[in-house]
């Protein structure tokens, strides 16, 4: 009896290394990414314009049927920023361009303004850029009640 406890639990020793040994046996992913020209340590690009000098901007003409994601990617790609971040500040400076504030809806033919990162961090940051009325006594930031 306790030969036989013996051999199914050498057995059940043996199952489980095999099952070890294919459990090692599974491909392993890796994932590096490539490294650019310029790169710091952070991950930022120092060679691209919006790097370089903070106060580059650049105005594009929406083509038809081009994404915001497009345009980011052409103009921000590998300058090490976050895009979503970039994203946003796109937005909040071309109101005009998007249907209801909505980056998933970009008009064509729109001229979008691609902010610096001076007017990036200053978005972040709650300054006013001095472009628009924020405090000038424009519609936009008074409230009207019509009606009884």
Same mark, same amino acid.
Request: aromatic content about 8%; overall charge neutral; proline content about 3%.
């Given at each position: #009896? =306790?030969?036989?406890?013996?051999?199914?639990?050498?057995?059940? *020793?043996? /199952?489980?290394?095999?099952?070890?040994?294919?459990?090692?046996?599974?491909?392993?992913?890796?994932?590096?990414?490539?490294?650019?020209?310029?790169?710091?340590?952070?991950?930022?690009?120092?060679?691209?314009?919006?790097?370089? %000098?903070? %106060?580059?901007?650049?105005?594009?003409?929406?083509?038809?049927?081009?994404?915001?994601?497009?345009?980011?990617? %052409?103009?921000?790609?590998?300058?090490?920023?976050? /895009?979503? *971040?970039?994203? #946003?500040?796109?937005?909040?400076?071309?109101?005009?361009?998007? *249907?209801?504030? %909505?980056?998933?809806? /970009?008009?064509?033919? =729109?001229? /979008?303004?691609?902010?610096?990162?001076?007017?990036?961090?200053?978005?972040?940051?709650? =300054?006013?850029?001095? =472009?628009?009325?924020?405090?000038?006594?424009?519609?936009?930031?008074?409230?009207?009640?019509?009606?009884?």
């Amino acid at each position: #009896m =306790k030969q036989a406890l013996y051999i199914l639990a050498a057995a059940g *020793v043996g /199952l489980f290394l095999a099952q070890a040994a294919v459990a090692q046996s599974a491909p392993i992913v890796v994932l590096e990414y490539p490294t650019f020209a310029g790169e710091t340590v952070d991950g930022v690009n120092s060679d691209h314009p919006f790097i370089e %000098n903070a %106060n580059h901007s650049v105005k594009h003409k929406v083509a038809e049927a081009e994404t915001l994601s497009h345009i980011i990617t %052409n103009y921000y790609g590998d300058s090490g920023l976050d /895009l979503s *971040v970039v994203k #946003m500040a796109i937005v909040k400076v071309n109101k005009h361009a998007f *249907v209801r504030g %909505n980056a998933n809806f /970009l008009f064509a033919d =729109k001229v /979008l303004h691609l902010p610096s990162l001076n007017e990036i961090r200053d978005l972040v940051l709650g =300054k006013s850029s001095g =472009k628009g009325s924020s405090s000038g006594g424009g519609r936009s930031d008074q409230i009207y009640f019509i009606g009884g």
